[in-house]
Nanobody
Framework: HVQLVESGGGLVQPGKSLRLSCAASGYTYGPNVMGWYRQAPGAEREGVATIDRGRSTAHTDSVKGRFTISRNDAKNTVYLQMNSLKPDDTAMYYC??????????????????WGQGTQVTVS
């Protein structure tokens, strides 16, 4: 049974940083692709960043240069380092896993497993 548990969210001032973590369990070697999505109130969920086993990554345009996704397969954990945070980054952030693709897809339909989310508020 695969579980994803996020941590690290909180309230932060604009311009500051946060690091989100997502621990995956139920895998022996970790999922092929892991990613972060976010959903702001009244908005659709959007892909933020994804990473595959080879450490290839994809970041949505609005976070390029500010957010960095990384993973530690020994710990079955994926991270999202968020720098220079803006009020527009306020959202619930979700960790997700795509076990059946081999590239850093931002396509939501590729992600089968989802965490419960961690709130990030920039104000």
């Amino acid at each position: 049974h695969v579980q994803l548990v996020e941590s690290g969210g909180g309230l932060v001032q604009p311009g500051k940083s946060l690091r989100l973590s997502c621990a995956a369990s139920g895998y022996t070697y970790g999922p092929n692709v892991m990613g972060w999505y976010r959903q702001a109130p009244g908005a659709e969920r959007e892909g933020v960043a994804t990473i595959d086993r080879g450490r290839s990554t994809a970041h949505t345009d609005s976070v390029k240069g500010r957010f960095t996704i990384s993973r530690n397969d020994a710990k079955n954990t994926v991270y999202l380092q968020m720098n220079s945070l803006k009020p527009d980054d306020t959202a619930m952030y979700y960790c997700a896993a795509a076990p059946f693709v081999n590239w850093p897809s931002l396509k939501e339909a590729d992600f089968i497993y989802w965490g419960q989310g961690t709130q990030v508020t920039v104000s």
